[in-house]
């Protein structure tokens, strides 16, 4: 089901407000690029915004515009507090219901008495105050785009507001690989272009910035970690806690590395398994018409895109793989009779 409220948020939106944009864990370059992106916009309407974050974005896209402003609840949870007590509109950008913040983060927002808007492209929202929802959008940055657009306000794209846009759009496709359901995602980047954005430094910055131990651990994975199982159509790699701290890990230097598991001839699905403090982080990708959503709900307790899905297991690493295993098998059929 679509949630399209533009104009409900247009009202919302139409004095001086203390509004509050917000980000899921572990941020990506969508959910953060998308919430930079309305920062910028929305300031040109004179709002108080505070911007709030779980934890650290990735370095690579630390160099976006405001990032520096933001309040980061891991590190600064009594600011973090204040802002959300203090604001009178909070925005859910690129994540359907709170808990996905983490828990802390997940019950303050929850329990605020601001009012409530979503900006997502998951499937299954929760409930809040107004919603933009549509799981065939590319991204969450394509919703942002297409709000400013429904709104009448393009002329507010700066330079700003598209390069935070592009990033967010870049990277929750691949590039234009995947999750491109429509020509709206290239009428988007073809109306970025024309904002005179350096097109060449931002992916440089995004793609070609890897730190030398983000490179080795690539290597280290590809080379040693990664598993085929030929009969399942199955690739992954498995990453424990200690391949991470061997390669000094940063939030971010994962990102990525699941879809060279994917790009295996034959291959139909792949996993990339890391090990954290208190669970085993499941990111799924796949080819063609398999949904690995489905599997990342029912057996995972997670969720996401058809082709592209994450989720968790709170067993050990090697229990965690012998249950992905027994549950492929169960699509075995399913998975042999998809033709690439």
């Known amino acids: 089901m679509k949630y399209n409220e533009y104009h409900s948020i247009e009202n919302a939106i139409a004095s001086k407000r203390k509004i509050l944009l917000t980000a899921h864990a572990n941020p990506d370059g969508d959910t953060i690029g998308s919430s930079l992106a309305l920062y ?10 505070k911007l709030v974050f779980p934890n650290e974005a990735p370095l690579f896209l630390a160099w976006l515009p405001a990032y520096p402003l933001a309040l980061i609840y891991d590190l600064n949870p009594n600011a973090v507090t204040q802002a959300i007590e203090e604001a009178e509109i909070i925005f859910a950008v690129d994540y359907n219901a709170f808990h996905r913040t983490g828990d802390e983060l997940g019950l303050l927002l929850e329990s605020a ?10 499937p299954n929202p929760a409930d809040f105050d107004f919603r933009i929802s549509d ?17 009448g306000q393009l002329d507010k794209i700066n330079q700003d ?12 496709t691949g590039s234009f690989s995947y999750s491109v359901n429509s020509a709206i995602p290239f009428q988007m ?6 904002t005179a954005i350096d097109l060449q430094a931002i992916n440089q910055k995004i793609y070609s910035a890897f730190t030398e131990s983000r490179l080795r651990l690539t290597g280290f994975a590809v080379s040693e970690k990664l598993t085929l199982i030929p009969n399942l159509r199955l690739a992954y790699i498995a990453l424990t806690q200690n391949d991470l701290a061997r390669f000094k890990h940063q ?14 001839e034959n291959v139909v699905i792949a996993v990339l398994l890391t090990e954290k403090e208190d669970k085993i982080r499941l990111s799924f990708r796949s080819k063609s ?7 990342a ?38 998975l042999e009779a998809v033709v690439l």
């Open 113 to 122: 008495t601001a009012l409530k808007i979503m900006i997502d492209h998951h």
């Open 161 to 172: 507001v598209a390069a935070c846009l592009y990033v967010g759009l870049i990277t929750d």
């Open 40 to 49: 910028h916009y929305l300031k040109q309407f004179g709002h108080e915004i």
């Open 251 to 264: 939030n971010g230097d994962t990102e990525g590395l699941v879809n060279y598991a994917l790009s295996l």
């Open 289 to 295: 018409d398999f949904a690995v959503n489905t599997i």
């Open 189 to 194: 980047a073809a109306f970025l272009y024309e």
């Open 297 to 334: 709900n029912k057996f995972f307790d997670g969720g996401g895109h058809k082709n592209a899905a994450g989720g968790n297991s709170y067993d050990s690493m090697e229990d965690t793989i012998l249950k992905l295993n027994t549950v492929l098998q169960q699509y075995k059929s399913e």
């Open 135 to 151: 799981t065939s959008a590319s991204s969450t940055a394509e919703l942002v785009y297409r709000l400013i657009s429904d709104l």
